[in-house]
């Protein structure tokens, strides 16, 4: 099995950086992360490790996003890298109160350790870099979603699936556009930077402008003490 890339680039054989792989989404880059990984069965314990329930069909296309997942459990997965590295089960209620006010029940979600500190705010890097210099560059220019933010876009084969994953330090997001029919898809711009980001673009837009819920444009992730940068 070969990767191939969407757009049909030749590889050229220059090295650069991992960010640069991944900002770019060339999936020859992925392809070697998996090939260092030794077997796929590690690489998906690890994303069962992230917060994805799904079956994950250890293949070694697993590494351009083979096995499905639902939107739900991908955007619990990305929060694992704003969390500093400890994944948390997303809920929908945390707390229950009478009409009177009085409190009725509480709910916490249960955590785990996924990955280390040092990790996720490495990833937290990379996923910038999306945004600043590679296929998630609409974010900025288009929808006015500036500060520390990191996202990811994703297509699959044909056109079928258009993702976009954002997060930043106060807030997670995604979207997915498709047929649940694998049969239908588009022929033409359905990449998840057409498709899916603005969507979440226009969905930050609205929630930095609303001065109720409080979100800045100025939020920092927050850096582990002790971190080391990576010359990937």
């Avoid at 969390?83 to 009409?99: A, K, Q, S, Y």
């Avoid at 009725?104 to 999306?130: H, K």
């Avoid at 699936?161 to 106060?170: G, L, N, R």
Wanted: aromatic fraction near 10%.
């Amino acid at each position: 099995w070969t990767p191939k890339e969407a757009n049909r680039d030749p590889y050229d054989s220059k090295f650069h950086p991992l960010s640069w792989g991944l900002a770019n989404s060339r999936n020859n880059y992925s392809a070697w992360i998996m090939k260092q990984s030794k077997q796929p069965a590690a690489v998906a314990d690890f994303i069962h490790n992230m917060g994805i329930d799904s079956y994950i069909d250890p293949q070694w296309a697993l590494c351009l996003g083979s096995s499905e997942a639902s939107l739900f459990e991908l955007t619990g997965a990305f929060c694992t890298f704003a969390n500093r590295g400890v994944h948390t089960d997303p809920i929908f209620v945390t707390r229950i109160e009478d009409r009177q006010g009085n409190l009725l029940a509480t709910f916490i979600p249960p955590t785990a350790d996924a990955i280390s500190e040092q990790t996720a705010y490495t990833m937290l890097g990379m996923l910038q870099n999306v945004v600043r210099a590679g296929t998630a560059g609409r974010l900025r220019w288009a929808y006015n979603v500036t500060g520390e933010v990191g996202g990811k876009t994703g297509t699959s084969n044909e056109n079928r699936d258009a993702w976009f994953m954002c997060v930043t330090p106060t807030l997670v997001a995604g979207s997915w556009v498709g047929g649940e029919d694998q049969s239908v898809h588009l022929k033409a711009q359905g990449e998840g930077s057409v498709m899916a980001l603005p969507i979440v673009g226009e969905f930050l837009k609205r929630s930095y402008d609303d001065p109720r819920l409080g979100l800045s444009r100025s939020a920092k992730f927050s850096r582990p003490e002790g971190w080391v940068g990576y010359d990937c």
